[in-house]
């Protein structure tokens, strides 16, 4: 399994170097990728999850462990990212974006490798990984950020947490989605081969759009938060959901896909989010770069361990 991820996880992390190099020499235009990253996260990206989740095979026997592992592995990091910020003594909005950057996922970047590694099954075991983790982690996140960051924060989370829920396009796919699924209900046929045309230039075009986002501006001062959100993110968390996954027994297939889910970067999204909350944009930026470099090759040693 390591020598078939070797070419796939490669391929992504050049294609996110590729946005990278792009943004800062050819297409420097920052409405540009601003404009494509829109594109991608109202219309593309959802597109192509709705399509998928709504296609997919929802057995409570696959279903089911992965509903309890990843729920239950996000639970306990983002304990103990608020007591490791709280004993290290981070400043408020500091904290804020270091657990944000503990749970957060950049699903765009495992459902892209999901599909060298299994074909149509790591799609399928992608989008169900992402069902799962694309409501919990941006619920919590603006939970968390105003709860560190603002005052009023009872009146600030019912207001937030609607405005997300009824405005998040990935989370309006997933329902949409689920529900299609549940009810076997079908789009017609010209509505089916639009989305799939849709959706089959979604990946490249956000894992370009991932490169071009990341916006390196590292400080010494940041070095502890940075330890801390790497040392949740790409280790202690991949290591509760590989652990929890091999001790129920299951299949090779759906811990591929565990091990490459959890041990994913923080989503870019979340630099934004710290952005209009309060919280500490800049080291959220840092967290953001330094976990995308350094989650592709820990992938490997997670896959290591699985197979």
């Known amino acids: 399994m390591v ?4 070419p796939t996880i490669l391929s992504v992390l050049l294609m996110i170097l590729l946005g990278f190099i792009l943004s800062r020499t050819l297409l420097e235009n920052e409405a540009f990728w601003s404009g494509v990253s829109r594109l991608c996260y109202w219309i ?6 709705f399509d998928i989740i709504s296609e997919t095979s929802l057995s409570g026997g696959v279903v089911l462990p992965i509903i309890l592992i990843l ?7 983002i304990l103990l990212s608020i007591l490791a910020c709280y004993l290290s003594g981070f400043e408020r909005s500091s904290a804020s974006s270091v657990i944000q950057g503990s749970f957060r996922h950049n699903g765009f970047i495992g459902f892209a ?17 992402i069902a799962i983790l694309v409501p919990i982690t941006n619920i919590a996140a603006v ?18 947490l609607l405005k997300e829920i009824t ?14 699924n549940y009810f076997e209900m079908a789009l017609p046929t010209f509505a089916t081969l639009t989305f799939e045309l849709l959706g089959d230039g979604a990946l490249s075009l956000l894992l370009l759009c991932v490169g071009a986002g990341l916006v390196p501006s590292f400080s010494a001062a940041r070095i502890a938060p940075l330890f801390v959100a790497i040392l949740m993110k790409l280790i202690i968390f991949p290591a509760m959901v590989v652990t929890a996954g091999i001790w129920a027994g299951l299949p090779a297939d759906i811990m591929i896909i565990l091990a490459i889910f959890a041990a994913m970067p923080c989503a870019v999204s979340a630099f934004p989010l710290a952005k209009q909350l309060g919280g500490n944009a800049p080291l959220m930026a840092d967290i953001i770069v330094l976990q995308t470099v350094f989650s592709l090759p820990l992938s490997f040693l997670w896959l290591f361990v699985v197979s």
């Open 143 to 160: 939970i968390i950020m105003i709860v560190y960051n603002r005052q009023d924060a009872n009146t600030k989370i019912s207001r937030f």
């Open 167 to 180: 405005r998040n396009p990935l989370i309006i796919a997933v329902v949409l989605g689920l529900l299609f």
């Open 113 to 129: 490798i999901a599909p060298g590694l299994l074909g149509t099954i790591g799609t399928e075991l992608a989008a169900i990984c």
């Open 44 to 49: 593309l990206f959802p597109v192509l999850l």
């Open 3 to 6: 020598s078939v991820a070797f």
């Open 71 to 77: 729920t239950s592995a996000l639970l306990v990091i």
